[in-house]
């Protein structure tokens, strides 16, 4: 488990290790490709010791689960997410983000209240379309990762849900985003990162 620089969490944990999206734009194989964790990236690994990270963090913390995976991927064996969920619902102090761009799996599991669910979305499409409807149909605090950014969201029915994290693409050949892209998001609570202020500056120089 590891302190972190991401702006809405405090800490990053990751009990598994590696994913199969293929996204081209993977941040989290770019540091794997770099520091190999596990030896292929596309064979994720489960650490069961890490299990037991959580309980050594007296503060309440706000923990984001599986930064380096897509832990609710259809490849994720059930059984890990069962394990990772005892530790959760034994540490109530703490409040425990999930973030997967298979939110429809989040309907198979059984979550206490110390959770967030999230579905990430990049581009305004029926696929996001249908991420948003099984995030609704879950009861806990729900939130949208846009990021990265990649075209316009007016399309994007963003009621029932309690956040918007909005961020650009980072890393060489990153796409910028279009201001025309950010303002599309209509919703009252946006959290924007820091990596897109930048393409928003009369926005935040007021």
């Not at 209240?113 to 990049?122: F, K, M, P, S, V």
Request: glycine fraction near 4%; aromatic fraction near 14%.
């Amino acid at each position: 488990m590891n302190k972190t620089k991401i702006e809405w969490c405090d800490y990053t944990w990751n009990p598994v290790v590696g994913c199969k999206n293929g996204c081209s734009y993977c941040y989290a194989k770019r540091m794997n490709d770099r520091f190999r964790w596990i030896f292929d990236w596309e064979k994720p690994e489960f650490f069961s010791r890490r299990l037991y990270e959580p309980y050594k963090i007296k503060k309440s913390s706000k923990i984001f689960i599986g930064s380096m995976c897509d832990l609710f991927g259809d490849w994720i064996p059930s059984k890990w997410i069962d394990m990772i969920l005892v530790t959760v619902k034994e540490n109530p102090q703490h409040t425990f983000q999930f973030l997967t761009k298979n939110p429809k799996r989040y309907l198979e599991f059984d979550f206490p209240e110390n959770c967030w669910l999230g579905a990430t979305i990049t581009e305004s499409n029926l696929s996001a379309i249908g991420k948003l409807v099984s995030l609704r149909n879950t009861e806990n605090y729900k939130f949208v990762s846009i990021e990265p950014i990649l075209g316009d969201m007016s399309l994007l029915n963003l009621e029932e849900i309690d956040l918007v994290i909005v961020g650009a693409m980072t890393g060489k050949g990153a796409i910028p985003p279009k201001k025309e892209w950010i303002d599309s998001i209509k919703h009252p609570n946006i959290f924007y990162k820091n990596n897109i202020k930048k393409y928003l500056t009369n926005k935040f120089n007021k």
